[in-house]
């Protein structure tokens, strides 16, 4: 699987995702802070995901922390923050591609489980996820857009 994986174009580990509580975004922003990272890019992303967003830089490398605290009980992040009996925590991991219609296409040749098409994401980027069937837990596939804000 892991020579599909590079034939499917993934470059490295674009970020973390945490689901935090909702309300407890801006405590978590400042002990990642403390810790030396820094705050890359903040948004509210409304549409099916409806979450506010923080990206955390580690160090000077291309990897980020990326916190999600749901807008509503509607959001998928609250769904799962119910499911984890009320806790926060890893809610998935993104992979970087230079190309998503060939990541995309790809990984649905090979019967890959997607959860949606290629489509706008925070930042300027372009991402579609892998259900956790495939491995256990969620995955997002992300094209970097515009730079870093």
């Known amino acids: 699987m892991v020579n599909e994986l590079i034939a499917a174009g993934f470059e490295f580990v674009d970020h ?3 689901a935090v509580k909702q309300g407890e975004l801006d405590a978590q922003v400042e002990k990642y802070k403390s ?9 509210e992303v409304h549409g099916k995901h409806l979450v506010r967003e ?3 830089q580690i160090g000077a490398g291309p990897n980020l922390i990326q916190l999600l605290e749901p807008l509503s009980p ?3 992040v609250a769904k799962q923050i119910e499911k984890s009996g009320g806790r926060g925590g890893f809610a998935h991991l993104a992979f970087r591609v230079k190309d998503i219609q060939h990541a995309y296409a790809y990984m649905k040749e090979k019967g890959f489980n997607l959860t949606q098409e290629p489509g706008p994401g925070s930042r300027g980027t372009m991402i579609f996820f892998v259900h956790p069937k495939d491995f256990s837990y969620l995955i997002e596939v992300v094209q970097e857009g515009q730079p870093h804000v």
């Open 35 to 43: 810790l030396g990272f820094t705050e890359l890019h903040r948004e």
């Open 74 to 76: 509607e959001s998928p």
């Open 54 to 56: 923080v990206l955390m």
């Open 16 to 18: 973390v995702a945490i």
